[in-house]
C-alpha cells in the first residue's frame, strides 16, 4: 500500500507543478520576439531546432521494437 500512495503522490506533486508552469511557459513562448539577436541564433532557433526535435521523436519511436 506504501508503493501506491508513494506514487500518487508523486503523480499529484507532478501535475501540481505542471499546473504551475505550463501556462508561464506557453505566454512566455507566446510573447517571446527574436529582435536584436544574431542571425546565427535566429537561424537554430527559428530551423535547426526543429529539425532536430522531429530527427529525436522518430528516433524514440524508431528504436521500439
Keep these: 500500500m506504501s508503493a501506491l500512495l508513494d506514487k500518487v503522490v508523486a503523480v499529484s506533486i507532478g501535475l501540481f507543478v505542471a499546473a504551475i508552469m ?5 505566454v512566455t513562448m507566446a510573447n517571446a520576439n527574436l529582435t536584436g539577436v544574431d542571425a546565427t541564433i535566429v537561424t537554430v532557433v527559428t530551423i535547426l531546432l526543429p529539425v532536430l526535435a ?10 521500439r521494437e
Excluded at 22 to 26: E, F, S
Excluded at 54 to 63: E, K, P, Q, T, W
Design 54 to 63: 522531429v530527427v529525436g521523436i522518430a528516433l524514440y519511436f524508431i528504436n
Design 22 to 26: 505550463l501556462p508561464l511557459a506557453l
